[in-house]
C-alpha cells in the first residue's frame, strides 16, 4: 500500500485490527461492532487490519473465523483486509527513517544487561526498564558479529498526554516510558511500530479499541510525534467483565462469535446487546441498526466495564425472533443445523416437507422461543418420523382411557375437511364437550400421540402444521 497521508477532511476512517491469535471473541465483535457505528454514522469508512505479525500464534483458521463472524454479524468492511505481515517492508523502511533521523538507535544490551536493569527497575519501583545505556553511545563500540535490536528515542523530559475519547486526558511523565524496541534483532518490526505505520498509510481517523491498548497509546503518540504524523483520535473502550464483575472468561460467555451463531442467536440480538455493552443511549435498549447508526457517538461510551449478561442476551434474542418473518426464521433455522452435531440434528432434515411443516408452526414457536435452537427442539415434531419414539412420559400417559380418547378424536378428525387452526379447534373443543372431557384430557393423549412427548407447542397448532394426513396416521398409529 503507498503512504496516504491522512487529512481530516477526507472523512472519517475507522479500522478493526484483531490479531488472528484465536477466533472472534465477544469483546473483539463489540470493538468492531462500535468501529463500524462510528464510521458508519460518519459517512465514512471501517477497514479491517489483520495484526498476523505473531507467525508462530497466527493461525488460517482463525482469520476465517474473523471474517466469517464479521460478515455473519453483518459488520462488512471497506475495502480489502490488510495483512500486517506483508507490509514489514513497508514497516523497515520507517525504522530506517527513524535511525536516519536520529530518533532511533541501536542497541546491543546483552541479556545479562537487560536482566540487571531489570532488577534494578524492579528494586527502585520503576515502570521504565532500559536505562538507555547505548542510546547516546559512539557506534563504533558496537561489538563484532551482534545484530542490535533498534530503539526509538524516546523523550525523556515532559509528559506525552492523549486526548481520549473515552477515558479524557490521559498524562503519562516520559520518564516513565523507556527508549521501545521497534525492530527485532532479526529485523522483524515490532507490535507499537506497526501499528503507528499503518494506521497512518491506512489513513484511520479514529482507533477505537479495548482499553488494555492505553499504555500502548502513550508510546504510540511519542512515535507518531517524531515521525510529525497526525494522531488518530483515540478511543479506549473498559474492557467486558463477566456478571460476577471478575474478568470475562469462557465461563461467562467469553466465546468466538461462531459458538453464539450455532447456539441459535440472531445477528441482529448480538449486535444489539453489543451495542448496549459500554455504549448507552438514554434508557434505550432495543435498536434497529439504523438508529444505531443514527445515535451512535463516542461521547456516549461509559468508563465503567460492561458486564456480559447471558439472560438478557437471551431476552433479545426472544424479542428478535418474536419478531422475525416466518419463513426468515426457517432459513436461519436451517442455516445452522449443519453446524450441529450429529446428536442435536433433527432426523430427515434434508427432507424439504419436513421444513414447510417447521414453517406452518413457526407462528407458535417463534412465541416461546429465546434461540433458534429452542425452535429446533419444539419443533422436532416435524421431523420424526413414523413410528414416532415415544420418550417415557408419554408413553405412561398413553393408557387404555386415553388410547380410548384418541380412537373417538380419529373420527372426529378424520372428517374435518378444511384443516384450519380454527376447524381443528372446534372439532377438538367439540368432542371434549360431547365426551364431558375437559380440554386437557383430549389434548394430553393427542400431544404424546404427535409428538412422542408431553410437552409441545399448542396442540391446534401440532395438528395444523402436520397436515391432516399425518397427524391421523400419528393418531392412528397410537389407538389399540
Ligand atoms: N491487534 C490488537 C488486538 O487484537 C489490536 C490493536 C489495535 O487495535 O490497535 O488486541
Known amino acids: 500500500m503507498s503512504p496516504n497521508p491522512k487529512s481530516m477532511s477526507d472523512g472519517v476512517v475507522t479500522r478493526f485490527a484483531p490479531s488472528p491469535t484465536c477466533f472472534l471473541h465477544i ?48 459488520l462488512e468492511w471497506d475495502g480489502e483486509p490488510v495483512y500486517q505481515h506483508a507490509r514489514a517492508a513497508r514497516h523497515g523502511e520507517v525504522v530506517e527513517q527513524l535511525l536516519a533521523k536520529g530518533l532511533a538507535y541501536k542497541c546491543y544490551a546483552t541479556p545479562e544487561e537487560m536482566e540487571k536493569m531489570r532488577e534494578r527497575a524492579h528494586g527502585e519501583g520503576r515502570s ?20 542490535p535490536v533498534i530503539r526509538f528515542k524516546a523523550p525523556n523530559e515532559g509528559d506525552t498526554v492523549i486526548e481520549d475519547q473515552v477515558q479524557g486526558t490521559v498524562t503519562v511523565a516520559n520518564k516513565n516510558l523507556d527508549d521501545l524496541i521497534i525492530a527485532r534483532s532479526d529485523g522483524s518490526p515490532t507490535y507499537n511500530l506497526a501499528v503507528v505505520v499503518d494506521d497512518h498509510d491506512m489513513g484511520v481517523t479514529h482507533a477505537i479499541r479495548g482499553a488494555d491498548h492505553l499504555t500502548n497509546a502513550s508510546r504510540q503518540a511519542q512515535i507518531y510525534a517524531a515521525l510529525e504524523w497526525e494522531t488518530p483520535v483515540f478511543a479506549h473502550v473498559p474492557l467486558i467483565h463477566g456478571s460476577d464483575g471478575a474478568k470475562l472468561s469462557k465461563r461467562h460467555g467469553a466465546l468466538g462469535v461462531e459458538a453464539y451463531r450455532a447456539m441459535g442467536y440472531l445477528p441482529a440480538a448480538l449486535r444489539n446487546y453489543l451495542v448496549r455493552m459500554g455504549w448507552s443511549h438514554g434508557d ?36 428478535y425472533i418474536k419478531n422475525s418473518d416466518d419463513g426468515e426464521l426457517v432459513n436461519l433455522v436451517r442455516a445452522i443445523v449443519p453446524e450441529l452435531s450429529q446428536e442435536a440434528r433433527p432426523p430427515n432434515s434434508d427432507d424439504e416437507a419436513c421444513w414447510e411443516k417447521l414453517a406452518l408452526a413457526m407462528p407458535g414457536l417463534k412465541e416461546r422461543a429465546k434461540t433458534l435452537i429452542d425452535i429446533l427442539d ?40 378444511d384443516w384450519s387452526v380454527e376447524q381443528i379447534e372446534y372439532v377438538v373443543r367439540g368432542y371434549a364437550e360431547k365426551t364431558d372431557l375437559k380440554l386437557g384430557k383430549a389434548a394430553q393423549p393427542l400431544r404424546a400421540a404427535l409428538t412422542g412427548r408431553t410437552t409441545s407447542p399448542g396442540i391446534f397448532d401440532v395438528l395444523y402444521a402436520l397436515g391432516k394426513d399425518e397427524a391421523v396416521a400419528r393418531i392412528r398409529d397410537q389407538v389399540r
Do not use: C
Open 27 to 74: 469483546g473483539g465483535a463489540r470493538t468492531a461492532l462500535f468501529n463500524w457505528l462510528h464510521a458508519k454514522a460518519n459517512g465514512g469508512k471501517m477497514l479491517l487490519r489483520i495484526e498476523d505479525t505473531d507467525r508462530k500464534r497466527s493461525t488460517s483458521e482463525a482469520i476465517d473465523a474473523i471474517l466469517e463472524g464479521l460478515t455473519w454479524l453483518g
Open 128 to 147: 521504565a526498564v532500559y536505562d538507555g545505556m547505548w542510546r547516546d553511545r559512539d557506534p563504533g563500540d558496537a561489538p563484532a558479529g551482534v545484530d
Open 284 to 319: 434505550d435498549e432495543i435498536f434497529s441498526t439504523a438508529q444505531m447508526i443514527e445515535w451512535f457517538d463516542l461521547a456516549g461510551i461509559g468508563r465503567s466495564p460492561a458486564r456480559f449478561d447471558f439472560e438478557k442476551l437471551a431476552s433479545l434474542n426472544a424479542h
Open 378 to 417: 419444539a419443533g422436532r415434531f416435524v421431523f420424526v418420523s413414523r413410528p414416532l419414539d415415544m420418550d417415557e412420559k408419554a408413553e405412561n400417559l398413553l393408557d387404555d382411557e386415553a388410547r380410548a380418547v384418541l380412537g373417538g378424536l380419529l373420527v372426529s378428525l378424520e372428517g374435518v375437511e
